[in-house]
């Protein structure tokens, strides 16, 4: 038979036993409830479906380091003298032959008063780089080029053999609204536009990047909305592409 301390302790311990198990049931019960009232973190949707980060897209070598402005000396001495160049011809008129000769005398002139005053002062002559084109290099250059002039072609041939109405359409809507915009500024301001918004966008979409993916996604939900209202009304009344969707 148990002494009455045997029976005493092991009561003691059968009591330690429930007050363990009560603080732990009620523990894990408190932390399910807390996880519960936790907002459940969505994930955010990129624009167009973008999976990596910018940099990543735009080929995350120098090109996009200077495009996203990750050395701003660097990429602001470009803006500046591409907006420099753009001055000239457009704000004062100057010419590109006049521009190039121009520029290659000031270059000539440089290098041969710096050739010649070096024996004067005992410093050595300038070294002029050697810029030798590789034949690689070059049949690398024209193979790219080929693929796109290639694809380009393509594409044309397409569009005008009367199989896709649709694209027809997109691709006249396209070169249309192109020749308003080229009747209203000349192809070097058109040209510096478009090189302005590349430089600059990507960096301040990077900057903002979560309000304008929530801007750009309910853009493209109602630009879909109305894509449909159309179709309805209008693209699927045309025979050619009515008989395509039955297909």
């Keep these: 038979m148990m002494s009455e301390s045997e029976e005493h302790g092991s009561l003691l311990e059968k009591i330690n036993e429930k007050i363990h198990e009560y603080k732990h049931s009620s523990s894990s019960s408190s932390s399910d409830s807390d996880d519960d009232k936790k907002p459940k973190k969505s994930k955010k949707k990129k624009l167009f479906g973008r999976k990596h980060p910018l940099h990543h897209v735009l080929g995350g070598g120098k090109a996009a380091d200077l495009v996203l402005w990750r050395n701003k000396q660097t990429s602001g001495s470009i803006l500046a003298g591409v907006t420099v160049i753009w001055l000239l011809f457009e704000g004062i008129g100057y010419h590109l032959l006049t521009f190039l000769c121009h520029t290659l005398i000031v270059f000539l002139t440089v290098w041969f008063v710096w050739s010649n005053a070096a024996s004067f002062v005992n410093r050595s002559p300038p070294k002029f780089p050697e810029v030798i084109l590789s034949e690689v290099q070059c049949l690398k250059v024209a ?53 302005l918004m590349a430089y600059t966008l990507p960096m301040m979409y990077e900057k903002y990047e979560d309000q304008v993916d929530v801007v750009g996604e309910k853009a493209l939900i109602e630009i879909k909305k109305q894509y449909k209202v159309i179709d309805a009304k209008l693209l699927s009344k045309i025979p050619m592409l009515s008989e395509k969707k039955q297909h």
């Design 143 to 195: 193979h790219i080029a080929r693929k796109e002039i290639n694809e380009a072609f393509y594409t044309l041939r397409n569009v005008a053999s009367g199989k896709d109405l649709k694209t027809y359409l997109m691709t006249v809507a396209v070169l249309w609204f192109i020749s308003i915009i080229g009747s209203c500024f000349s192809f070097l301001t058109l040209s510096y536009t478009i090189f």
